[in-house]
C-alpha cells in the first residue's frame, strides 16, 4: 500500500495494531509521501517503546529525498528520535515544515536536534509545549534556532515556540539570530516565561533589525527587575 507510488500524505493516530517496525518498512519503498503526521501516538507494543517507534519511522521516512513535511503531536521524541530527525533535516533540502508539540523529551537528544535544525532548510518550524525541557535544554535548542537564523541560506518564515518556559536565557540566544535576519515573518512567542527589562530591550533590538512582521506574546511574566 505505501510503495505503490501514489500515497502523498500519511496521517498516524492512535495506531495501535501495526508493529511500527512493518510502518518503517513499508514507508522505505515510497518516495512519493510529502507529509507525515504522527499524533497522540503512545505506542501500547510492548516490546516497543514509543520513543523508539519514532525512531523507526523517522528513520524510514529519512531516505525519501521527496519528504517535505513532518508534524509530531502528543507523542514522545527523545534522544534516538531527535537523531533521526538529524539525519532527516540534513539529508533531505526538500523539508519545509516541522512541527514537534507537546512532544519534545529532555536530554542528550535536544543536541543532535539542535545541530540539525542549523543545516536545515525549513520555512515553518514549530517546536512547542516542551514543558520538560531544562532550562540547559532551552539553551541548546535555541543555539541551533539561533544558528539556523544566522545563517545566509536561511529559508525561515514561521516559527513558533509557544508554551514553553524557555526563560531569559533562551530568549536573549534566540534574539542573537533573529538580529539582521531578513527571512522570518512570524514569530510566536506566547506563554513563554521571559521577565526583565534587559530580556525585553535585546529582544526589541534584535527585531528592529528583522523582517518579522507578525509578533505573538502572551503572558510573558514580565517584572521590574
Given at each position: 500500500?505505501?510503495?505503490?507510488?501514489?500515497?502523498?500524505?500519511?496521517?498516524?493516530?492512535?495506531?495501535?495494531?501495526?508493529?511500527?517496525?512493518?510502518?518503517?518498512?513499508?514507508?522505505?519503498?515510497?518516495?512519493?509521501?510529502?507529509?507525515?503526521?504522527?499524533?497522540?501516538?503512545?505506542?501500547?507494543?510492548?516490546?516497543?517503546?514509543?520513543?523508539?517507534?519514532?525512531?523507526?519511522?523517522?528513520?524510514?521516512?529519512a531516505?525519501?529525498?521527496?519528504?517535505?513535511?513532518?508534524?509530531?503531536?502528543?507523542?514522545?521524541?527523545?534522544?534516538?528520535?531527535?537523531?533521526?530527525?538529524?539525519?532527516?533535516?540534513?539529508?533531505?533540502?526538500?523539508?519545509?515544515?516541522?512541527?514537534?508539540?507537546?512532544?519534545?523529551?529532555?536530554?542528550?537528544?535536544?543536541?543532535?536536534?539542535?545541530?540539525?535544525?542549523?543545516?536545515s532548510?525549513?520555512?515553518?518550524?514549530?517546536?512547542?509545549?516542551?514543558?520538560?525541557?531544562?532550562?540547559?535544554?532551552?539553551?541548546v535548542?535555541?543555539?541551533?534556532?539561533?544558528?539556523?537564523?544566522?545563517?545566509?541560506?536561511?529559508?525561515?518564515?514561521?516559527?513558533?515556540?509557544?508554551?514553553?518556559?524557555?526563560?531569559?536565557?533562551?530568549?536573549?540566544?534566540?534574539?542573537?539570530?533573529?538580529?539582521?535576519?531578513?527571512?522570518?515573518?512570524?514569530?510566536?512567542?506566547?506563554?513563554?516565561?521571559?521577565?526583565?527589562?534587559?530580556?525585553?530591550?535585546?529582544?526589541?533590538?534584535?527585531?528592529?533589525?528583522?523582517?518579522?512582521?507578525?509578533?505573538?506574546?502572551?503572558?510573558?511574566g514580565?517584572?521590574?527587575e
Amino acid at each position: 500500500l505505501f510503495a505503490d507510488g501514489h500515497l502523498t500524505e500519511l496521517d498516524l493516530e492512535e495506531c495501535l495494531v501495526i508493529h511500527p517496525s512493518c510502518i518503517a518498512s513499508m514507508l522505505l519503498g515510497n518516495a512519493s509521501l510529502k507529509r507525515v503526521n504522527i499524533h497522540q501516538h503512545q505506542w501500547e507494543v510492548r516490546i516497543v517503546r514509543t520513543n523508539e517507534a519514532n525512531r523507526l519511522i523517522i528513520e524510514a521516512l529519512a531516505a525519501n529525498p521527496n519528504l517535505a513535511s513532518l508534524s509530531v503531536m502528543g507523542s514522545y521524541v527523545g534522544k534516538k528520535s531527535c537523531e533521526a530527525i538529524e539525519t532527516l533535516l540534513s539529508s533531505n533540502n526538500n523539508m519545509r515544515t516541522l512541527t514537534i508539540k507537546d512532544s519534545l523529551s529532555d536530554g542528550r537528544g535536544i543536541g543532535a536536534l539542535s545541530n540539525g535544525l542549523t543545516a536545515s532548510a525549513l520555512e515553518t518550524l514549530v517546536l512547542s509545549d516542551a514543558s520538560s525541557l531544562t532550562n540547559r535544554s532551552y539553551c541548546v535548542l535555541m543555539t541551533g534556532v539561533s544558528n539556523m537564523l544566522k545563517s545566509s541560506n536561511s529559508q525561515l518564515k514561521r516559527l513558533d515556540l509557544s508554551n514553553n518556559e524557555m526563560n531569559d536565557d533562551g530568549i536573549s540566544m534566540l534574539s542573537g539570530g533573529l538580529s539582521g535576519n531578513s527571512t522570518l515573518q512570524t514569530l510566536n512567542l506566547a506563554n513563554c516565561l521571559f521577565s526583565t527589562v534587559r530580556t525585553w530591550q535585546s529582544l526589541a533590538s534584535a527585531l528592529s533589525t528583522s523582517t518579522v512582521e507578525h509578533l505573538i506574546i502572551i503572558s510573558s511574566g514580565l517584572t521590574d527587575e
